[in-house]
């Protein structure tokens, strides 16, 4: 049974940082691209960062780069989202992903609000 599970959102006010988490279990982690995607309500998901299998090479939305950092721990089978420098319209829930060829697998989500 494949779980993705998140943890670490909350509330932060303008200019926090949060560092979202995500343990995976029931899949060969290593071989998965592992993705950060955010929905507001009434609106699609979208990718904020992802980071590949092999070599570790990330990409991120454009209104993220600078401020967010995606990274993941193999051995731990985690993939992490630092967020610095927090705005309101990061507020969402963020979900965690994992794909390989057709598998592609979505966490519960976690919300994060930033909001003084």
């Known amino acids: 049974q494949v779980q993705l599970v998140e943890s670490g959102g909350g509330l932060v006010q303008p200019g926090g940082s949060l560092r979202l988490s995500c343990v995976a279990s029931?899949?060969?982690?290593?071989?998965?691209?592992m993705n950060w995607y955010r929905q507001t309500p009434g609106n699609q998901r979208e990718l904020v960062a992802g980071?590949?299998?092999?070599?570790?090479?990330?990409n991120y939305l454009d209104s993220v780069k600078g401020r967010f950092t995606i990274s993941r721990d193999n051995a731990k089978n985690t993939v992490h989202l630092q967020m610095n420098s927090l705005k309101s319209e990061d507020t969402a829930v963020y979900y965690c992903?994992?794909?390989?060829?057709?598998?592609?697998?979505w966490g519960q989500g976690t919300q994060v609000t930033v909001s003084s």
């Open positions: 992903n994992a794909k390989f060829l057709d598998d592609d697998y």
């Open positions: 029931g899949i060969q982690f290593g071989i998965y691209g």
């Open positions: 980071i590949s299998s092999r070599f570790g090479n990330t």
